[in-house]
């Protein structure tokens, strides 16, 4: 099993352009979530989606769009880049965050993508 | 506001001491609370997990401890080694159909 993986590893826009971050996983995850982490920031969840046909904000949506195309991908959508989206974003998945209060589950983290914004 | 602190953005010990992490918070009441290990440009890996009505976990040379009164959380490794320098994040799990909240993170840097 590859897990989660993300695409692309490394990338640079100039302001104003747009790109999507992908995300896939092959663990048969209910949720799936995006976090920008930033130098003395830590983690901060740009969006979740517990389960297919569901997406949330987290604590920092403005600017991003998400999709949840499937269960196995949910994909990050910056239509706009700014030089404040510069960061590292990482996917992640667990089995089912609906039940999480009763299992007490883990999350499963993407390698990141790396995003310069200029 | 809900907050989640590691006070400590850096930790350097020697070898072979016991590396002491804390995480504490404020204004939640969590079900879960969850250790994770970062490395320099890698995604976050989970090590431990402890439940609030349990008072400690271990696994191998880790041990959690969750305080619910103190609203604090320790993170110990024992006998500690060079390839245990990493980020460790903690996070919290308090209501069902949100998502975990993370700590910044504390640097533990073990030298020989």
């Known amino acids: 099993n590859a897990g989660v993986t993300q695409t692309p590893k490394f990338q640079v826009l100039k302001t104003g352009q747009s790109m999507t971050l992908q995300c896939a996983q092959d663990m048969n995850h209910n949720s799936m979530y995006w976090y920008r982490q930033d130098p003395g920031m830590g983690l901060r969840l740009i969006y979740y989606s517990a389960s297919e046909g569901t997406t949330d904000k987290g604590e920092v949506p403005n600017g991003y769009n998400v999709s949840r195309l499937n269960k196995r991908e949910f994909s990050l959508r910056l239509e706009s880049a700014a030089p404040s989206q510069t960061s590292v974003y990482f996917c992640a998945s667990s089995v089912n965050k609906l039940a999480g209060a009763l299992l007490g589950e883990t999350q499963y ?9 200029l | 506001s809900q907050k989640i602190e590691q006070n400590s953005e850096a930790l350097n010990i020697q070898e072979g001491k016991t590396a002491t992490l804390t995480c504490n918070y404020t204004n939640y009441s969590p079900a879960y609370l969850q250790w994770y290990r970062q490395d320099p440009g890698r995604g ?17 040379r880790l041990k959690v401890t ?31 159909g949100t998502a975990l909240i993370f700590g910044k993170g504390t640097t533990l840097s073990v030298s020989s």
């Open chain 2, 66 to 96: 969750f305080d619910t009164t103190l609203k604090q959380s320790l993170f110990h490794i024992t006998a500690s080694q060079p390839a245990d320098s990493a980020t460790y994040l903690c996070a919290l799990d308090y209501q069902a």
């Open chain 2, 44 to 60: 976050p890996v989970f090590l431990l997990l402890i439940r609030e009505n349990e008072k400690e976990k271990r696994k191998e």
């Open chain 1, 109 to 117: 983290f993407g390698p990141g993508t790396r995003l310069l914004v």
